[in-house]
T-cell receptor, first 112, second 113 residues
């Protein structure tokens, strides 16, 4: 099935650094979401974006819905150890169908 | 319950055997989804139930895969004649209709040997 292209695949950063990751698609999406997955757990929703150009923050997280509706980015400021995990973008292709298409994930590791 | 509950959490099965994976969604959530996550991969959509509507089965990879949802609540994903490529984490999620912020369960890790 279709998947979104997410980059980078992995990141190794030091605590306190800012993080940026993005997601692109050849298709237009109506909604973009960002999830985080901890080891052995299911993904947890971080941010949802509903309109092209929308910029939304949730604490140290900021995400934007690209103006073309084919991309989105997630920034994490001043990273802390609990930010470690896998981040997934997800998009909704069709209004009225809540099926989501997920990205391939960005694995974030914090170097002590 | 408070969250989406999946059982078993781990399942090891021999190639060729059938397996059943169970999902108990959050009470009141009428939408239920199954996704598959292979090692190092993103989440692959399998099937989506919404209330009494016919399920969206467009993601099921073969006719060995089937799912049902009884009484609009508990769902069972069945894989017949398992193959090694079926090894993955199977994630279930539920939500209220029209709400995209699914709540996921912790998944069932299936290993076919």
């Amino acid at each position: 099935g279709q998947q979104l292209n997410q980059s980078p695949q992995s990141m190794f950063i030091q605590e306190g650094e800012d993080v940026s990751m993005n997601c692109t698609s050849s298709s237009i999406f109506n909604t973009w979401l960002w999830y985080k997955q901890d080891p052995g757990e299911g993904p947890v929703l971080l941010i949802a974006l509903y309109k092209a150009g929308e910029l939304t923050s949730n604490g140290r997280l900021t995400a934007q819905f690209g103006i073309t509706r084919k991309d989105s980015f997630l920034n994490i400021s001043a990273s802390i150890p609990s930010d470690v995990g896998i981040y997934f973008c997800a998009g909704q292709l069709s209004l009225g169908n809540e099926k989501l298409t997920f990205g391939t994930g960005t694995r974030l590791t914090i170097i002590p | 319950g408070a969250g989406v509950s999946q059982s078993p959490s781990n399942k090891v099965t021999e190639k060729g055997k059938d397996v059943e994976l169970r999902c108990d969604p959050i009470s009141g959530h009428t939408a239920l989804y199954w996704y598959r996550q292979s090692l190092g991969q993103g989440l692959e959509f399998l099937i989506y139930f919404q209330g009494n509507s016919a399920p969206d089965k467009s993601g099921l990879p073969s006719d060995r895969f089937s799912a049902e949802r009884t009484g609009g609540s508990v769902s069972t994903l069945t894989i017949q004649r398992t193959q090694q490529e079926d090894s993955a984490v199977y994630l279930c999620a539920s939500s209220y209709p029209g709400i995209l912020g699914y709540t996921f369960g912790s998944g069932t890790r299936l290993t076919v040997v």
